[in-house]
């Protein structure tokens, strides 16, 4: 009895443990999410389409303003580099995650961008994740490609 209570008192702990670290920091000036990173070369939005090589990942860096972040757990955003530009932004083996609270804000980006055709059923996965109407979600009928990002580090700007 004392052996089965002193399992189920450390599977508790445990559980505590790992919870309490995977808590998400608030999306705040400073705040970095991933590997920290330094500013340099930023590619401007002008300059993004030409440095993408197709579908192999270019090492970069972006600014831009989160626009949607996956509601269930802050494992991908878009980001809208402005003059039109928007990139799909997932992390690095889902190292990290993002807060909620993080749309609206202007991050610093700093991984890997390439170009990629997103399959209707992923399409479809991510309109859930953002909690769209199911006429929206069964209104996607072709994939789509996309500028995608995988960012090794995420870092507020404001």
């Known amino acids: 009895m004392k052996q089965l209570f002193g399992l189920l008192l450390l599977s508790a702990l445990s559980f505590t443990t790992v919870t309490a670290q995977t808590a998400i920091a608030p ?9 920290k990173i330094a500013e340099k070369k930023v590619v401007n939005t002008t300059d993004f389409d030409g440095k ?21 757990r802050g494992c991908w955003a878009n980001v809208d580099l402005g003059n039109g530009k928007t990139v ?20 610093l980006l700093s991984g890997e961008a390439y170009e990629e055709t997103t399959s209707v059923d992923e399409l479809r996965h991510y309109a859930e994740d953002a909690k769209k109407s199911k006429e929206e979600i069964e209104a996607i009928k072709e994939p789509v490609k996309k500028n995608r990002f995988t960012a090794a580090g995420i870092t507020v700007l404001d």
């Open 88 to 107: 799909f932004v997932k992390m690095k083996d889902y190292a990290f995650f993002l807060p909620m609270d993080i749309k609206g804000k202007q991050v």
């Open 27 to 35: 999306a705040a000036k400073g705040v970095v999410y991933g590997t």
């Open 52 to 72: 993408l090589k197709g579908e192999t990942p270019v090492k970069m860096q972006l600014k831009g303003t989160v626009t949607s972040v996956c509601e269930k």
